[in-house]
């Protein structure tokens, strides 16, 4: 028999889904209305999953999830709700919850889930899939456009770069740019700074790196 237990302060909800998931018979369900009583029964009981409401008073489902997993970390734990779980994914996965379930999930929807977790198997909605892939995508996206910022090499820099790569120095640079030796070793520390490097060679091997030189351009 498959043991659970199921927290939520809706009894309604909470008799609800134990009839729902008692359709299946190898499965039995304890509904209990408050994280207290949870913390207290599973001193003296065991469950193979746990189903626990997100927003509850006092003591929230994420706030029992840790103070379970805290004791024994090998507990196994649905976030069962009928909210938004993406503002808080973070800090749920981070609690250590084995994946979420809608409270608008069907019977089968439900009891695949509790099945997946049996096998240690993540359950996560394709819905918040899709949202975490496109933060993920948009935040690599930020870094990428902050890195670009942080190594933005202006066309004289460029130019100098490209002189510096070819053996010229800083003499011949200022001849051949027109500019003065003083403007040329100025803008060489800037780019230095840029490119996160202290000298000439090191220089070279990173604007090669970063694609603002290219291999032809070295002699």
């Known amino acids: ?18 009839t729902m998931i008692e359709q299946d018979p190898e499965m039995n369900v304890t509904v209990l209305y408050s994280a207290m009583e949870a913390l207290e029964l599973v001193k003296t009981e065991t469950f193979d999953v746990m189903l626990f409401d997100l927003n509850m008073p006092i003591i929230s489902g994420l706030e029992l999830t840790k103070r379970l997993m805290a004791t024994g970390p090998e507990y196994r734990i649905l976030i069962y709700t009928g909210y938004e779980i993406s ?12 994946g ?20 240690d198997e993540a359950v ?4 918040l ?10 935040l690599n996206q930020d870094r990428e456009e902050k ?17 510096v790569a070819s053996g010229s120095s800083n003499k011949d640079i200022a001849s051949k740019l027109l500019m003065s030796q003083r403007t040329v070793e100025y803008n060489l520390t800037r780019i230095f700074e840029k490119l996160g490097v202290r000298s000439r060679s090191e220089a070279i091997v990173e604007a090669k790196r970063l694609g ?3 291999v032809s351009q070295f002699r």
Do not use: W, Y
Not at 100 to 119: D, G, H, N, P, W
Not at 129 to 138: F, T
């Open 129 to 138: 899939l899709r949202q975490l892939r496109r933060r993920d995508i948009r």
């Open 1 to 18: 028999m498959i043991r659970i237990l199921l927290v939520d302060d809706h009894p309604s909800v909470g008799e609800g889904t134990k």
């Open 100 to 119: 979420f379930v809608s409270k608008t999930a069907s019977r089968e929807q439900l009891l695949t889930s509790i099945r997946c977790v049996l096998r």
């Open 87 to 98: 503002p808080n994914f973070n800090l749920l996965i981070e609690s250590g919850v084995s």
């Open 212 to 214: 603002i030189l290219s």
């Open 124 to 127: 996560v909605p394709v819905s």
């Open 147 to 163: 890195a670009l910022e942080e190594v933005s090499i202006n066309e004289r820099e460029q130019e100098i770069l490209q002189e």
